[in-house]
T-cell receptor
Framework: RKEVEQDPGPFNVPEGATVAFNCTYSNSASQSFFWYRQDCRKEPKLLMS???SGNEDGRFTAQLNRASQYISLLIRDSKLSDSATYLCVVNTRSNSGYALNFGKGTSLLVTP | DAGVIQSPRHEVTEMGQEVTLRCKPI?????LFWYRQTMMRGLELLIY????????DSGMPEDRFSAKMPNASFSTLKIQPSEPRDSAVYFC??????????FGPGTRLTVT
């Protein structure tokens, strides 16, 4: 089983819609969690960290459920510019320190 | 800030040739990471350095791959000999501490 799993999508939504992505992770000892955004043929960029109590950044809300080992990202009032691939990232302690494990990403296409 | 710099941006080579990818991390960052991204496998961590010292190279696929970091401002990833299955986008990332990583634009490698 892969460390971090995401639905690859694509999610096709109209502008203004609300869309949610989930991500599950396998290692219960994972310590920190993030969402990265990757535009087509570009590098990944940090979108937001995910805190245990949940956190919000403008139209974006991230939630963590440690008991069920999943992370979610909610995008409200989606914009055309939100079209991208969203990577779920889990930081897990390993024998050599820490390792960031990336999901394969969920593709979002926002249409006019 | 210049961000993480990678060169070349594109590399096309023939099977059996040596390939060297280069990375200049953000000044002051103490961690440097090499990743490989393909459609099939997503983003995979190959190796990372802390203060120029390799910490975890368990992701390096085989002995054909090697990485060095001779100083805080330069790292190389070498593939010798290259094979068609090495075709991918190779990203370098750096961070201060282990968490928020800044990615370079990537090197798109094609081995024919």
């Amino acid at each position: 089983r892969k460390e971090v799993e995401q639905d690859p999508g694509p999610f096709n939504v109209p502008e203004g819609a609300t869309v949610a992505f989930n991500c599950t992770y396998s290692n219960s000892a994972s310590q920190s969690f993030f969402w990265y955004r990757q535009d087509c043929r570009k590098e990944p960029k940090l979108l937001m960290s995910v805190y245990s109590s949940g956190n919000e950044d403008g139209r974006f809300t991230a939630q963590l459920n440690r008991a069920s080992q999943y992370i979610s990202l909610l995008i409200r009032d989606s914009k055309l510019s939100d079209s991208a691939t969203y990577l779920c990232v889990v930081n897990t302690r390993s024998n050599s320190g820490y390792a960031l494990n990336f999901g394969k990403g969920t593709s979002l296409l926002v249409t006019p | 800030d210049a961000g993480v710099i990678q060169s070349p941006r594109h590399e096309v080579t023939e099977m059996g040739q040596e390939v060297t990818l280069r990375c200049k991390p953000i000044s002051g960052h103490d961690y440097l990471f090499w990743y490989r991204q393909t459609m099939m496998r997503g983003l995979e961590l190959l190796i990372y350095f802390n203060n120029n010292v390799p910490i975890d190279d368990s992701g390096m696929p085989e002995d054909r791959f090697s990485a060095k970091m001779p100083n805080a401002s330069f790292s190389t990833l070498k593939i010798q000999p290259s094979e068609p299955r090495d075709s991918a986008v190779y990203f370098c990332a750096s961070s201060f501490g282990r968490i928020e990583q800044y990615f370079g634009p990537g090197t798109r490698l094609t081995v024919t």
